[in-house]
């Protein structure tokens, strides 16, 4: 599998995500501003890829600064982190690994220009390193939990695209299938950006593990009539309570789950927990343009003024969750994460 996103050579690479799956192009990213606008644009998207973008700009905006310019050192820090902190606001990855880079750069503060460029590439490099490592374990803890002969059904992509590789909700698959099960997965289109159609049944080809493509509208008959075993999807924001902000579209089939007796998961690294927020209510959903909606890969298909609500995730309340798959294992409802009860 190729990387979703690498550190070359004083940039950053990545594999542009809005060309797949008919082209597959990689952009080099030589500034903050650049890393800032490719999150933006989801030329990288999954909240834990854009985490690491984002880790990685912050080095790329340290790359030009001069440290006899006069200017704070600090002022620069606060601007870039700014910068991209404002990209993308539902991912709590993105916030988690920026909060790292800062810890970071606290830590080596006063050891000069030099010594802190390389303390913050060290940094970045070990949140994309330790994201691999977490997705295998996520996939160890929820691989038992389908049967050999599953139908999977997932919602959006939470494979190695939306990580540093092998996925969160896709990871859970994939260890499935490396125990030597029979998986079949069933992806949902996921529109208005079709991550499910261009992202998810892309990467499921390259592996060779079977995928039934599917249109968001019908994954509830499918369930009705008793084809779906489990549903497992990934996350951008968990609330203490459980409760998940996840590509829009993710809260109806957790309904439809919950009316059929399917059971559904969210697999996700404990980063994507907010342990601040008690429950799902406040979790910011970002707005992205009408374009999105209007349009089917950049062809409008609608009329070309007509008003659009684009809210890009929704809020699954816990009480439709049957698991939570992290690498410290699977918590059960009623979710108390973060409060010392459980072992997170
Ligand atoms: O808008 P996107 O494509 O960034 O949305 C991605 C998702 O909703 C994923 O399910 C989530 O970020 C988890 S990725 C492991």
Redesign the pocket.
Known sequence: MLPTIAWRNHSVVMIDQRKLPSQEVYVRCRTYIQVAQAIEK?VI????A?GIAAAYGLVLGFLPLRAETGRSIESDFERIYRRLERTRPT?RNLFWALERMRAAYERNRGLGLRATRTALLAEASAIEREDAETNRMIGVHGRDLIADGAAVLTH???GAL??AAY??ALGVVRAAVEQGKKIQVFADETRP?L?GARLTVWELAKDGIPAVLITDTMAGWLMRKGEISVVI????RIARNGDTA??IGTYSVAVLAKENGVPFYVA?PTSTIDTRLEDGSRIPIEARKPEEVREVCGRLVTVPSVEVRNP??DVTPAKYISGIITERGVFRPPYQLGSGRTNF
């Not at 998207?45 to 834990?48: D, H, K, N, S």
């Open positions: 989801m998207r999954g909240a834990p854009i991912a959006c992509n939470a939306a990580t996925g969160t950006l991550q999807v990934g996350a951008d996840n590509k996700a890009a995730f």
